[in-house]
């Protein structure tokens, strides 16, 4: 299984990004997609995720209302839509896969493939 993750780079607060995940060896519209993102010296923490089941997302409350989760499952490829960036979003960004229940949603260690990461860098 390969996820690959890419879309990142530096941009000025305000502007926007959308990040892509490309997905090889499982199908994901029988997993879970997330997004999560580690900031330099930080732990990784949880951003936003999207259920196999159309329309139902989850996201951290630091990028809800701003960052968008989608998957096209025709292209095996779930993006991130992410508005409105402000220096603290600068980070790592990660996409996985897995098949945690409603509770576990927002936890790492319930995705089991995980892409490389891509850096997403905001400057004021």
């Known amino acids: 299984v390969q996820l690959q993750a890419c879309g990142g780079g530096q941009v000025q607060a305000g502007d926007s990004l959308r990040l892509s995940c490309t997905v090889q060896g499982l199908i994901i519209n029988r997993y879970a997609m997330a997004w999560f993102r580690q900031a330099p010296g930080k732990e990784r923490v949880f951003v936003a995720a999207?259920?196999?089941?159309?329309?139902?997302?989850f996201y951290a409350d630091s990028v809800k209302g701003r960052f968008t989760i989608s998957r096209d499952n025709a292209k095996n490829t779930v993006y991130l839509q992410m508005n409105s960036l402000q220096p603290e979003d600068t980070a790592v960004y990660f996409c996985?896969?897995?098949?945690?229940?409603?509770?576990?949603?927002?936890?790492?260690?319930?995705?089991?493939?995980w892409g490389q990461g891509t850096l997403v860098t905001v400057s004021s």
């Open positions: 996985a896969a897995g098949r945690p229940i409603t509770s576990t949603m927002r936890g790492s260690s319930a995705y089991a493939y």
């Open positions: 999207s259920r196999w089941s159309p329309g139902n997302t």
